[in-house]
């Protein structure tokens, strides 16, 4: 590629972990001398991060090197992320596909686009075995003002029978905890109010710290240290396992001076069964106990939940086990996940298999469990004042922000108030599921 030619576009698909890993591809690409542009502008590379997760990785990762092609015919495509290590040669064979990077592969960009031309046929795939990704590249994302994703870890060792991310990311390691608090202070520098912890499974956290497979810290060494960094506003946690998030962790948070009151804790089921079926490593009490334990030191606490529908074997009474557990559960959301088959997963060969149609009308079910939980939740917090960090969108005419305990609340947009925290009391619940905010005299107090 020639001097002149310095524009790139990036496309993420996914995770938070992979929009934290996408910015420290973009700040390379950055560094060597290429101008960042939107992805649907005309530019020299577009760099797309895939997802394994969705059910539909093929057709998404198709549909946006359509994009890339209709906004430059000529443009150099290059596909990185999980989808990337898992079918790299089916990645190449799609038009337009010009390099395919595997996740040893995709931090080392800058040395494969100097002699990279636009290929006429499939793309070239630079793809190491997974068993080569045993190193730790610390990353995080910049995409507003308000916010960053924060790598602390990557790859996992657990063996969850529904589950391709081990083979996409590899073993479970760790940042040290002298870069991340590196790298959280200079987000910190850019004025951002907000980090977001990522990794795969970051409850483990300090495993390959150094390479090796001890722990070296722990999770609760992590939050410890990283309450300390100045400059931080808010620091939240992303997705931690159950049997991982410990009594002393939820009670550091509950006396943080930067760690908010929201976490969120994988289930995948409320049928002891099925938890065993799927190889996760805790049973419903447990669960139930860690959100109890959250319900008693913070009250007010957000609680989300993941949970998966139509696992091989979920007949209707297993399916209404789980219904009933996260009805009782003082729970705030759900992110639910329609079972998909995945290949080189021990669930793809089992029995009972759920009819698709079933799939979907629990999923259905759950959603509007999910919602009926968030009004209940967000209608406690109605008349009580809340910091609220306000985003930068302008969406006709309004902005959104979030409370600590993750309440999205909107107003009338107001340029003064982006990336601002303001304390306000909250009103009432919009018919779009916002809450309202007003001024109060508590708020002019904390301004003052």
Not at 295 to 324: C, H, Q, S, W
Request: glycine share 6%; with cysteine; charged share 30%.
């Amino acid at each position: 590629m020639s001097a002149f030619q310095r524009t790139a576009a990036y496309h993420t698909l996914g995770c938070k972990l992979n929009f934290a890993e996408t910015s420290t591809i973009a700040r390379q690409l950055t560094d060597a001398g290429y101008e960042k542009v939107g992805f649907d502008e005309k530019a020299n590379v577009y760099v797309i991060n895939t997802c394994s997760v969705t059910e539909n990785a093929d057709r998404e990762c198709k549909l946006h090197v359509k994009r890339a092609m209709k906004a430059n015919p000529d443009g150099l495509v290059v596909i990185v992320g999980c989808y990337a290590q898992l079918k790299p040669e089916e990645i190449s064979q799609i038009e337009g596909v010009d390099l395919v990077l595997g996740a040893k592969e995709k931090f080392n960009i800058l040395s494969y686009l100097d002699d990279l031309e636009k290929s006429e046929n499939e793309g070239i795939v630079h793809s190491c075995e997974i068993e080569e990704t045993d190193f730790f590249i610390g990353s995080y994302s910049i995409g507003d003002r308000t916010r960053a994703f924060l790598k602390v870890q990557d790859g996992c060792d657990y063996k969850c029978t529904y589950c391709t991310i081990p083979l996409a990311r590899g073993i479970s390691r760790s940042d040290t905890i002298e870069n991340v608090l590196k790298n959280a202070s200079e987000i910190a520098a850019k004025d951002i109010k907000e980090i977001v912890l990522t990794g795969v499974n970051i409850g483990d956290y300090g495993k390959g710290e150094f390479g090796n497979k001890r722990h070296e810290h722990t999770f609760l060494d992590l939050i410890s240290e990283l309450d300390k960094v100045e400059g931080i506003e808010r620091i939240r946690i992303s997705s931690i396992e159950p049997n991982l998030l410990k009594d002393e962790s939820i009670e550091l948070v509950s006396k943080s001076r930067s760690f908010v009151p929201h976490f969120h804790i994988p289930l995948q089921s409320g049928s002891d069964d099925l938890l065993k079926k799927m190889k996760r490593r805790y049973l419903t009490k447990l669960y139930n106990d860690r959100v109890n334990k959250i319900r008693e030191v913070m009250p007010d606490a957000a609680i989300g939940v993941d949970v998966i529908v139509g696992f091989p074997g979920e007949t209707e009474e297993k399916f209404l086990e789980t219904y009933n557990f996260l009805n009782e559960l003082p729970i705030t959301y759900l992110h639910v996940f329609t079972y998909s088959e995945r290949e080189n997963t021990e669930a793809a060969e089992m029995e009972g298999v759920v009819p698709i149609a079933e799939r979907k009308k629990r999923n259905k079910m759950l959603r509007i469990l999910s919602e009926k939980k968030k009004m209940a939740f967000y209608q406690t917090q109605l008349g009580k004042t809340l910091p609220v960090l306000w985003e930068h969108e302008n969406k006709d005419g309004k902005m959104f922000g979030f409370t600590e305990n993750y309440v999205r609340v909107q107003k009338d947009y107001d340029p003064a108030s982006v990336n601002q925290i303001e304390f306000l009391n909250l009103e009432k619940i919009l018919s779009d599921g916002t809450v309202s905010v007003q001024s109060s005299y508590q708020s002019f107090l904390a301004k003052a």
